[in-house]
């Protein structure tokens, strides 16, 4: 089984707007939060950080643990061929913006980074772990907001 360990950030503005990245792999395209995979002996709140200003363009300071998500992919489901399943351990931060200007990454997993309203995050395709980290964050009520709590990626 192979692993991968990664760390993400929910970071909302004064207005309560949150922070997105948009993940373009191949054939897979959906919005998430802005993170990524930790490099080898990488502590994971640098690894957000890093990921954050590589997305994003903001430099940002890292907050509380809000969870770690962990989910088994099986082989035939992963995007890459593999014989082999693939376990994913998510930690997701809260975070705020400290500097910098908004802008695209270039040449990485990410192709655009915005920033939208919880009720724009309900119309958009989006990854599962963004619906998972907003409730963790609080900023999700499945009862006042039911199609927030199912995701489209």
């Given at each position: 089984?192979?692993?991968?360990?990664?760390?993400y950030a929910i970071i909302t503005d004064e207005t309560g707007r949150l922070l997105m990245a948009h993940w373009n792999e191949g054939r897979h395209r959906a919005?998430?939060?802005?993170?990524?995979?930790?490099?080898?002996?990488?502590?994971?709140?640098?690894?957000?950080?890093?990921?954050?200003?590589?997305?994003?363009?903001?430099?940002?300071?890292?907050?509380?643990?809000?969870?770690?998500?962990?989910?088994?992919?099986?082989?035939?489901?992963?995007?890459?061929?593999?014989?082999?399943?693939?376990?994913?351990?998510?930690?997701?931060?809260?975070?705020?913006?400290?500097?910098?200007?908004?802008?695209?990454?270039?040449?990485?997993?990410?192709?655009?980074?915005?920033?939208?309203?919880?009720?724009?995050?309900?119309?958009?395709?989006?990854?599962?772990?963004?619906?998972?980290?907003?409730?963790?964050?609080?900023?999700?009520?499945?009862?006042?907001?039911?199609?927030?709590?199912?995701?489209?990626?």
């Amino acid at each position: 089984m192979d692993m991968r360990v990664a760390a993400y950030a929910i970071i909302t503005d004064e207005t309560g707007r949150l922070l997105m990245a948009h993940w373009n792999e191949g054939r897979h395209r959906a919005w998430t939060l802005p993170g990524g995979g930790l490099e080898p002996g990488e502590e994971p709140v640098h690894a957000v950080r890093r990921e954050i200003r590589e997305e994003t363009g903001y430099h940002a300071v890292v907050g509380e643990l809000l969870g770690i998500h962990s989910r088994v992919i099986p082989a035939n489901r992963r995007i890459a061929p593999s014989d082999d399943p693939l376990h994913t351990l998510r930690i997701v931060y809260r975070a705020k913006v400290s500097g910098g200007v908004l802008r695209d990454e270039v040449d990485g997993s990410t192709d655009e980074a915005r920033w939208f309203s919880l009720s724009e995050v309900r119309t958009l395709r989006r990854v599962k772990l963004v619906d998972i980290a907003l409730s963790w964050a609080g900023l999700l009520d499945r009862k006042k907001n039911p199609s927030l709590s199912r995701p489209r990626g």
